[in-house]
């Protein structure tokens, strides 16, 4: 079993050197299959997460500044039902960003962000734990099936698991069971979860919040195939798709697709893929919650709801439960 690293005082690294996914055999097989995907992770190379930065300052795009704002209104509230000694784990933290804020407020005892992308993990910890001296920071790095089974220390602090921005809405909903039981874990029996969820209203809205007038997200569609480019070499002309977001107001959800708008050749993996003009490529889905079902989901993952807050115009909630 690897050990973590010292790199500061209070920094720890841990390698869990996650498994590198066969990409080209992924990306070959969702991309022949009768209805071709991506999966939404290939957005997120630096230039992808470069423009998600882009999309969330857009008028369009409120979730993350909506969240932020509960998240600075509430976190006493928040705080007042949390035991005084806290651990943070963060699956999935990236730059760290949304977490200072509870840093700032809450002073936690521990931080143990659990991220995939080894250099940016490395780059926000060695920035972050200097400004909270207080705080032990556990750095972690390995993907989510790895984060969600690493064990909580009973004997410990209690562990708070931190998973905002409606990142949660990208799983389908059995692997979003999965998912929210795999948070369970992670928090461990005496632990906690304070997790964001966008919630479904006006199409309009939610359409508007998915085509932004600056083309942002846009640019953020068709960055998959750039990366997939740089990555794999597979010869995609990204400037010859289509973006297509719509909501599917059946299904509850934001669609994100990508439509050919000429015959096209990519090849990956050794196979030649034929794209003809109107195939679509489904990239991402974004599902849209109510308090009521989302608090139901999270009651079937083996957690109490204890408390939930939702902004004036009922556009994001922020969910406080713990293990039941
Ligand atoms: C980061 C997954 C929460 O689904 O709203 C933003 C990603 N996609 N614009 C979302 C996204 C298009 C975002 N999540």
């Given at each position: 079993m690897a050990r973590p690293q010292r790199l500061l005082p209070n920094l720890t690294f841990l390698d869990l050197r996650p498994p590198m996914t066969d990409a080209a055999q992924e990306v070959a097989a969702s991309l022949s299959a009768p209805s071709p995907t991506l999966d939404p992770k290939y957005f997120y190379d630096e230039r992808g997460s470069a423009l998600f930065d882009a999309i969330t300052r857009t008028p369009e795009y409120y979730p993350?500044?909506?969240?932020?704002?509960?998240?600075?209104?509430?976190?006493?509230?928040m705080a007042s039902e949390l035991p005084g000694d806290l651990v943070i784990a963060e699956p999935g933290a990236g730059g760290c960003d949304k977490v200072r804020l509870l840093l700032d407020r809450w002073r936690p005892?521990?931080?143990?962000?659990?991220?995939?992308?080894?250099?940016?993990?490395?780059d926000a910890t060695r920035e972050l734990a200097p400004r909270y001296p207080s705080v032990r920071f556990s750095a972690v790095c390995a993907d989510y099936s790895q984060a969600l089974s690493f064990p909580a220390d009973d004997l410990g602090p209690a562990?708070?698991?931190?998973?905002?921005?409606?990142?949660?809405?990208?799983?389908?909903?059995?692997?979003?069971?999965?998912?929210?039981?795999?948070?369970?874990?992670?928090?461990?029996?005496?632990?906690?979860?304070?997790?964001?969820?966008?919630?479904?209203?006006?199409?309009?809205?939610?359409n508007a919040a998915y085509n932004d007038a600056r083309g942002h997200t846009a640019a953020f569609n068709r960055n998959a195939l750039h990366h997939l480019n740089r990555r794999l070499n597979c010869g995609f002309d990204p400037d010859a798709f289509e973006h297509r977001a719509f909501y599917n107001e059946s299904a509850r959800r934001i669609e994100m697709h990508l439509e050919c708008r000429r015959d096209q050749t990519i090849s990956v993996a050794d196979q030649r893929i034929q794209l003809p003009a109107g195939t679509r490529i489904h990239t991402e889905n974004s599902y849209?919650?109510?308090?009521?079902?989302?608090?139901?989901?999270?009651?079937?993952?083996?957690?109490?709801?204890?408390?939930s807050w939702v902004d004036e115009e009922g556009l994001f909630s922020i969910h406080l439960a713990r293990a039941a």
């Open positions: 993350t500044r909506t969240e932020a704002a509960l998240l600075a209104e509430h976190a006493d509230a005892s521990g931080y143990m962000p659990l991220e995939i992308s080894r250099q940016c993990l490395l562990r708070l698991v931190f998973f905002p921005g409606s990142t949660i809405g990208n799983f389908e909903p059995t692997a979003r069971a999965d998912f929210l039981a795999g948070l369970r874990r992670l928090a461990g029996d005496h632990g906690y979860l304070l997790i964001g969820a966008d919630l479904q209203k006006d199409p309009a809205r939610l849209k919650f109510t308090v009521e079902g989302f608090s139901r989901e999270l009651v079937d993952a083996g957690f109490a709801p204890l408390s």
